[in-house]
T-cell receptor
Framework: DAMVIQNPRYQVTQFGKPVTLSCSQT?????MYWYQQKSSQAPKLLFH???????NEADTPDNFQSRRPNTSFCFLDIRSPGLGDAAMYLC?????????????FGPGTRLTVT | DQQVKQNSPSLSVQEGRISILNCDYT??????FLWYKKYPAEGPTFLIS?????DKNEDGRFTVFLNKSAKHLSLHIVPSQPGDSAVYFC???????????FGQGTTLQVKP
């Protein structure tokens, strides 16, 4: 089945220790998104790639970076995690970037910062 | 400033009855609205959507209503089933960005 896969599902890192979350997709979609969802809050878009074009949200901290080496994979790098970065991180894809194109989400990676 | 709001964190209904989930938005530029459903330990999955040029869209047991003048949309589930128990997110987008602005979610519990 075509899908969006996120690894790991649970990640524990230490305060200030860099961490990378990964996302892969078998849907061959052009667009890949990273969302951050804190407890009982709305998922919040951090950035997205349209093919190789990177689009950062204005309020995404510099601590968060992303890489998309090819169509299938996208990585979220947190350079120096703080306690406030503990959250669920959701990866999503869409065939195109238009409003009508629904997004397909992975199961998420829950990040704990100790 | 939260542009999409779901003011009810939770809703409980009896099996077979109607579930009504509500969503309010502030940005009149939104042109597309979507509902996503999320089970524990899974990512959100698309449920139903509506364009701003329409006021109703129906798909089986699910109907979404849009009231642009009130900047309000609602999701009706009839009849509700225990398998519908999940968190429901309302989302809105504008133009060609595909960027979704989500509400905080409403947890629906359907009791047998």
């Amino acid at each position: 089945d075509a899908m969006v896969i996120q690894n790991p599902r649970y990640q524990v890192t230490q305060f200030g220790k860099p961490v990378t979350l990964s996302c892969s997709q078998t849907l061959n979609h052009n667009v890949m998104y990273w969302y951050q969802q804190k407890s009982s809050q709305a998922p919040k878009l951090l950035f997205h790639y349209y093919d190789k074009d990177f689009n950062n949200e204005a309020d995404t901290p510099d601590n968060f970076q992303s890489r998309r080496p090819n169509t299938s994979f996208c990585f979220l790098d947190i350079r120096s995690p703080g306690l406030g970065d503990a959250a669920m991180y959701l990866c999503a894809t869409s065939r195109d970037g238009g409003s009508k194109h629904e997004q397909y989400f992975g199961p998420g990676t829950r990040l704990t910062v100790t | 400033d939260q542009q999409v709001k779901q003011n009810s964190p939770s809703l409980s209904v009896q099996e077979g009855r109607i579930s009504i989930l509500n969503c309010d938005y502030t940005n009149s530029m939104f042109d597309y609205f979507l509902w996503y459903k999320k089970y524990p330990a899974e990512g959100p999955t698309f449920l139903i959507s509506i364009s701003s040029i329409k006021d109703k869209n129906e798909d089986g047991r699910f109907t979404v209503f849009l009231n642009k003048s009130a900047k309000h949309l609602s999701l009706h589930i009839v009849p509700s089933q225990p398998g519908d128990s999940a968190v429901y997110f309302c989302a809105a987008s504008t133009g060609n960005t595909g960027k979704l602005i989500f509400g905080q979610g409403t947890t629906l519990q359907v009791k047998p």
